[in-house]
C-alpha cells in the first residue's frame, strides 16, 4: 500500500495514473486548486479501491506556500512513499512574445512552481532514503521551437533539474522519474487539431504507472516519441532555424 502525493491531481494525466494506484489499495494526498474538481476524483478513486483520498486545495504554483501544502500533506498520510507532479499551463505562444509578465508567469507555472515540488520531495526522500518522485514534463523541452518555446524552454529547465536530481539521489536510493509526453488528448489541448501523432490519457498513464513502479529514469511516451525527437534534435541549427515547426 503507498502513500502518494499527487501535485496537480485534477490533470486528466494524472488521474489516470491515480486510478492505476487506487486498485492497489494506495492511499492519496490530491493536491490542486479546485476544490470541487479535486473532492470528484479523491471519490472516483475511493471508489475504484483507494484506501484514502485527502484533498488539499491549496495555491499549488505559488512557491511561497509550497512548503505549508507539503507539511499537510506528510501529516495527513504520516508519510510519503511517491509524488507525483503533474500541474502546468499551456500558454500562448503569440501572446507570450509580447508580454514579459506573461512569460515569467508561465514559466513559474511549468518550471519554478515544480522545481519548487521537486526540492521539497528530494529533501525528503533523501533522509528516508527511498521513495520515488515523479514530474510529468513534455517532449518540448528538448528542443526550442519558434511555435512554443516559452512553454518548451520551462519543461527543458525541468528536465535538466531532474537529472541533477537523479544523480544526486541515486546512492539514496531514490527514483527520480521524468516523464516526457507528447501530443495528448486532454482539456488542456482541447483547442489544438487532432492527428495520429495524439496520445489518449489512460495510455500514458499506464506508462508512467510502469516507470515510476521500475523506477526509471526517462520516459518518452507513447514510445515512439523518443526517436522522432532524437532525429529533432540531430538537425543542425543553421537548418532547424528556417523550419516552421
Known amino acids: 500500500m503507498k502513500r502518494i502525493l499527487v501535485v496537480g491531481a485534477t490533470s486528466a494525466i494524472a488521474h489516470e495514473a491515480a486510478k492505476l494506484y487506487a486498485v492497489q489499495r494506495s492511499r492519496f494526498v490530491l493536491a490542486g486548486r479546485d476544490a470541487t474538481r479535486l473532492a470528484a476524483v479523491a471519490a472516483d478513486l475511493t471508489a475504484r479501491g483507494a484506501a484514502d483520498a485527502v484533498v488539499l486545495a491549496a495555491p499549488i504554483q505559488d512557491t511561497s506556500t509550497q512548503a505549508a501544502t507539503w507539511d499537510a500533506a506528510l501529516g495527513a498520510l504520516g508519510g510519503l512513499d511517491a509524488v507525483l507532479i503533474a500541474h ?34 528530494a529533501a ?58 507528447g501530443f495528448v488528448d486532454t482539456p488542456m489541448t482541447s483547442h489544438l487539431t487532432k492527428n ?27 514510445w515512439f516519441w523518443r526517436w522522432i525527437m532524437l532525429a529533432v534534435r540531430l538537425v543542425p541549427e543553421r537548418v532547424f532555424k528556417k523550419l516552421t515547426l
Open 124 to 181: 525528503y526522500f533523501e533522509r528516508e532514503q527511498r521513495g520515488c518522485l515523479a514530474v510529468i514534463g513534455s517532449v518540448a523541452g528538448d528542443r526550442g521551437r519558434p511555435s512554443n518555446y516559452v512553454y518548451g524552454a520551462a519543461k527543458g529547465a525541468v528536465a535538466l533539474f531532474l537529472q541533477g536530481l537523479r544523480a544526486r539521489l541515486h546512492k539514496s536510493g531514490v527514483a527520480v522519474v521524468t516523464i516526457k509526453p
Open 196 to 222: 495520429l501523432l495524439f496520445a489518449q490519457p489512460a495510455a500514458v498513464a499506464a506508462d508512467i504507472h510502469r516507470a515510476m513502479e521500475a523506477g526509471s529514469d526517462v520516459i518518452y511516451t507513447p
Open 88 to 121: 502546468g499551463s499551456l500558454p500562448d505562444q503569440s501572446a507570450c512574445e509580447q508580454s514579459v509578465d506573461l512569460t515569467i508567469s508561465e514559466f513559474n507555472v511549468n518550471c519554478l512552481s515544480v522545481i519548487g515540488w521537486a526540492t521539497l520531495a
